[in-house]
């Protein structure tokens, strides 16, 4: 059964910080890889999805890489903003069918 | 459109009660989706519907039950359930299953489900 931890659980920083949420998965066997965020009391957004033959994948300020043989996935967020203050999931994709597994996620909080 | 909606936004229903949840989609997907989130969790999967058929049920008890009349639209009937099942529920859908083209999977604003 594929376990996905994200570490840390929690992280306040200052606007304009560059930071690194971390997603580590017990099943390597994974067919992609997508990361994900919530706001309170909402859906949840995709930000990226990266292929298991896929190394890194970016869109605007944000960076996902995956190494799927050592079971890791880190998304890397440059100049952090206010705006980026909500949970942040990663999510592999494991087997034959369609299911996402979703990570215990991230709390970011970026204070002004 | 990238828009998934679901509703209503908010419910409250007693133990006895009946009633469902709605979800609809035009973004011409064939995959969609059952998840449920308790607070400060991960969302779990319940359903998966592909091409309008059930294709993944994760041993979800028989009092909530899963309809996709068509390809745009997802209920979820809600019978006798229980103060356990109060949560988020959150529809999602993909242009095909996930395992054959890695599509994004699009997510709704979800259900607040309250039973009392």
């Known amino acids: 059964k594929q376990e996905v931890t994200q570490i840390p659980a929690a992280l306040s920083v200052p606007e304009g910080e560059n930071l690194v949420l971390n997603c580590s998965f017990t099943?390597?066997?994974?067919?992609?890889l997508q990361w994900f965020r919530q706001d309170p009391g909402k859906g949840l957004t995709s930000l990226l999805l990266?292929?298991?033959?896929?190394r890194e994948q970016t869109s605007g300020r944000l960076n996902a890489s995956l190494d799927k043989s050592s079971g890791r996935s880190t998304l890397y967020i440059a100049a952090s903003q206010p705006g980026d203050s909500a949970t942040y999931l990663c999510?592999?994709?494991?087997?034959?069918?369609?299911?996402?597994?979703f990570g215990t996620g991230t709390r970011l909080q970026v204070t002004l | 459109d990238t828009e998934v909606t679901q509703t209503p936004k908010h419910l409250v229903m007693g133990m006895t009660n009946k009633k469902s949840l709605k979800c609809e989609q035009h973004?011409?997907?064939?995959?969609m989706y059952w998840y449920k989130q308790k607070a400060k969790k991960p969302p779990e999967l319940m359903f998966v519907?592909?091409?309008?058929?059930?294709?993944i049920n994760e041993s979800v008890p028989s009092r909530f039950s899963p309809e996709c009349p068509n390809s745009s639209l997802l209920n979820l009937h809600l019978h006798a359930l229980q103060p356990e099942d109060s949560a988020l529920y959150l529809c999602?859908?993909?242009?095909?299953?996930?395992?054959?083209?890695?599509?994004?999977?699009?997510f709704g604003e979800g259900s607040w489900l309250t039973v009392v």
């Open positions: 999602a859908s993909s242009r095909q299953g996930l395992v054959l083209t890695g599509n994004t999977i699009y």
């Open positions: 099943d390597s066997a994974i067919y992609n």
């Open positions: 990266i292929q298991s033959s896929q």
């Open positions: 999510a592999p994709h494991t087997g034959t069918a369609s299911k996402l597994t």
């Open positions: 973004m011409g997907h064939r995959a």
């Open positions: 519907y592909s091409y309008e058929k059930l294709s």
